[in-house]
Nanobody, 122 residues
Framework: VQLQASGGGLVQAGGSLRLSCAAS????????MGWFRQAPGKERDFVAS????????YYADSVKGRFTVSRDNAKSTVYLQMNSLKPEDTAVYYC????????????????WGQGTLVTVSS
């Protein structure tokens, strides 16, 4: 599975961004997807995950109510809509895929995208 993340950029606090992650190499509905992020000098953390058909989603407490994960299996793409962005959301965001149930554990993911940088200015 190859993953290509896009959509990062610079945004002011309170603004919005939508990240996309396009997958190839596998039937998209075979894989659960997750979003993780790594802030400068910190470890990579879980952000959100979505099941193979989108029926189940999970969020880190820090983004619950502000971020929404979704997927379009016809386009083999997963999205992360980020609203009410805060400076502490600044990080490189990674999409990840696994052959199985969705998970918040990064070590359970088999495939990773290259990351896209989100910078939120105050």
């Amino acid at each position: 599975v190859q993953l290509q993340a896009s959509g990062g950029g610079l945004v002011q606090a309170g603004g919005s961004l939508r990240l996309s992650c396009a997958a190839s190499g596998r039937t998209f509905s075979d894989i659960s997807m997750g979003w993780f992020r790594q802030a400068p000098g910190k470890e990579r953390d879980f952000v959100a995950s979505i099941s193979r058909y989108g029926g189940s989603t999970y969020y880190a407490d820090s983004v619950k109510g502000r971020f929404t994960v979704s997927r379009d299996n016809a386009k083999s793409t997963v999205y992360l809509q980020m609203n009410s962005l805060k400076p502490e959301d600044t990080a490189v965001y990674y999409c990840a895929a696994r052959l199985g149930l969705e998970s918040s554990d990064q070590y359970e993911y088999d495939y990773w995208g290259q990351g896209t940088l989100v910078t939120v200015s105050s």
